[in-house]
């Protein structure tokens, strides 16, 4: 049996959770990423003491691991040497420069513009809203 055989149908849901700051506003930081980067809201829910919870539809999820040296290099590609943090949300999206100038205008952070990967994407690094790092790329061989 393979190793993808066997880690076949397991895992149901990939989810990332965010912690978003009491002093950061919830309201702003779901309009970013439902709005802005496009995101339907997929569940919602309040309880008690103020709690609040929504969770984003972010289409087909998957995990990358890669190694140190793949960081540095994919840094190097994106950002001409700036570092990635421990977790970094990439999300496809159909024009990457559209998104990108999207995101800074409604209060995104440009860490480098989009420009084009070897594996030709179009690619962009930001810091968003609830302290997350994010690259937003375009596969341009779609």
């Known amino acids: 049996m ?3 055989e066997q880690g076949a149908g397991r895992v149901r849901q990939l989810r990332l959770v965010v912690a978003v700051p009491d002093d950061e506003d919830f309201d702003g930081v ?3 990423y439902r ?3 496009g995101m339907p809201v997929a569940e919602a ?3 008690d003491g103020g709690t609040r919870v929504v969770i984003l539809d972010a289409g087909r999820a998957t995990l990358e691991l890669s190694n140190a040296a793949q960081v540095r290099m994919i840094d190097a590609i994106e950002t001409e040497g700036g570092h990635s943090r421990q977790l970094r949300v990439a999300l496809e ?3 990457s420069e559209t998104a990108t100038t999207d995101a800074v205008a409604q209060g995104a952070a440009l ?3 989009p420009r084009e990967t070897p594996w030709r994407s179009l690619n962009s690094r930001l810091e968003g809203p609830g302290g997350l790092q994010l ?3 375009q596969e341009l061989d779609a």
Request: hydrophobic fraction near 55%; charge should be negative; glycine fraction near 4%.
């Open 2 to 4: 393979s190793t993808a």
């Open 30 to 32: 779901l309009a970013f």
């Open 35 to 37: 709005d802005v980067i």
């Open 45 to 47: 829910y309040d309880g």
């Open 93 to 95: 999206v159909d024009d």
């Open 111 to 113: 860490i480098a513009a």
């Open 135 to 137: 690259t937003l790329f």
